[in-house]
């Protein structure tokens, strides 16, 4: 290992952890996803290796380390598709990580990955070493083969569902990754009830799909991101205020999180695990463990194979470089002050709208790179998923709050489910659902037949 760059910030004045995602195969994925616009960053590095070497993994995992004052590290794989680099890359992190971390220093092991090259092997090292594995998932076959394709075209679900079954076999714990986009966005009990039952998961996260483009790049980008030879490919950057025919709609991203809520709400709190449900009552108690529903973001950032820094893992353009940990300590790349200055301007660049918004507290403005809409007001720079998270976190603070009450007493937040039983066994079955999608509730959320909950 050449030497490493000497840190050079007071590490006192520097974040005290940081999340970083490492992509060691930088954007080369063995999928074709059509709205993965990470496909495209292979433009960034066009005459580069597809592989981190072994003395850029050693400086990551060393400054990583080094950088922490928290007692936990977490080291994060993603890509692309991580698991194209092999086993014998992560057996050789997991090594480094030994040699290098200090004494006390727990480290967690997490991955990403689209689970088509999972298999005994692989979910045995992962089982051995405690990996998390976030696994991809749209939801059902049909739902999930809409976009999440292979090089030829073909849906990839049973693949990733053989590699679903290897983890499982192995014990080896899994999250489920699901996108929302124009093909599942109508469907999300749907999509939560087979994650729910058919695939067994206890924690699940749901993520927008949100590809900007400008009237020009529109057509283009309608067609994906993949290399089409002889053919026009963009490289995808923050710019434009349209967004794909893919896209999930603003409102449409709200209806799909009341969907799963409303299912979630009557049979799975303290059971099941939703990123978004458990970051809106943390905020009730002043706590934001999600940069994108915090106050300030710029603790969550990506490392490209050759040790290239960048300031979010949304952003990794030219203009949000910070530098090459080969040459800058990692330390001073996530203290300096352009980072820092990325960091408090999800903060000082809200519009008025979100400045006078009674959700702010628990919305914060949602993710910077989704701003690029007008507000109400005529002012740039709003949030394009607004009327969905402005529906949700409205629909949800009942229940949210009495959670919180709950707590407060010392209690358990699923005692809520009760309230939520009482209060529809006092609710006529030709009365509106309480979702709000306008079906009556013996239609929706209270059909007999539907399923709430594990209990059955």
């Known amino acids: 290992m050449a030497p490493s760059p000497k840190i050079r910030v007071d590490p006192r004045t520097a974040p005290p952890l940081f999340h970083l995602l490492a992509k060691p195969s930088g954007s080369t994925c063995n999928l074709d996803c059509t709205y993965c616009f990470f496909l495209s960053k292979d433009a960034l590095y066009p005459h580069a290796s597809a592989r981190m070497s072994d003395e850029t993994l050693e400086s990551y995992v060393a400054q990583l380390l080094e950088s922490h004052r928290s007692p936990e590290v977490t080291v994060a794989w993603q890509g692309g598709e991580p698991t194209l680099m092999g086993l014998e890359f992560f057996a050789r992190s997991v090594e480094l990580v030994e040699q290098h971390r200090r004494p006390g220093q727990r480290v967690q092991y997490t991955i990403q990955t689209n689970g088509v090259l999972l298999d005994d092997a692989w ?38 569902m053989k590699g679903l079954a290897a983890l499982r076999r192995h014990d080896v714990d899994y999250n489920i990754l699901c996108t929302v986009n124009a093909a599942n966005q109508a469907h999300g009990s749907e999509v939560y009830r087979y994650f729910r039952d058919e695939l067994g998961a206890t924690w699940m996260q749901f993520i927008p799909i949100v590809e900007r483009a400008t009237a020009e790049t529109l057509p283009i980008a309608n067609q994906g991101w993949s290399e089409r030879p002889g053919g026009e490919r963009l490289l995808y950057t923050q710019t434009g205020s349209l967004v794909t025919e893919r896209s999930v709609g603003g409102e449409a991203y709200g209806r799909f999180l009341i969907d799963v809520y409303e299912e979630w709400i009557r049979g799975d709190v303290g059971t099941v695990f939703v990123q978004l449900f458990d970051v809106t009552l943390q905020a009730l108690f002043g706590e934001y463990s999600l940069c994108i529903h915090a106050p300030t973001c710029g603790n969550a950032l990506a490392l490209e194979r050759n040790g290239d820094l960048y300031s979010c893992d949304h952003f990794v353009e030219p203009d949000h470089l910070l530098g090459n940990i080969t040459q800058t300590h990692m330390l001073d790349l996530v ?47 709003h949030n394009y998923l607004c009327e969905g998270l402005y529906a949700f976190f409205t629909h949800t603070r009942p229940t949210m709050s009495a959670m919180a009450q709950l707590i407060r007493q010392g209690r358990f937040a699923d005692e809520v489910m009760a309230q939520v039983a009482a209060a529809d066994a006092a609710r006529g079955r030709n009365d509106p659902c309480p979702c709000g999608a306008g079906a009556k509730f013996k239609h929706c959320h209270g059909a007999p037949g539907r399923r709430r909950g594990r209990g059955g």
């Open 335 to 381: 203290a300096s002050d352009r980072q820092r200055a990325f960091g408090r301007a999800k903060a000082t660049t809200l519009t008025g709208q979100c400045r006078s918004c009674d959700v702010l507290p628990l919305c914060n403005g949602g993710c910077p790179k989704d701003r690029f809409v007008t507000s109400r007001d005529g002012e740039p720079g």
């Open 123 to 160: 979910a045995a090292f992962l089982a051995e070493h405690e990996f998390l594995v976030g696994l991809s998932v749209d939801g059902p076959e049909p739902i999930h083969d809409t976009y999440r394709v292979n090089r030829g075209g073909r849906g990839t679900h049973r693949q990733v």
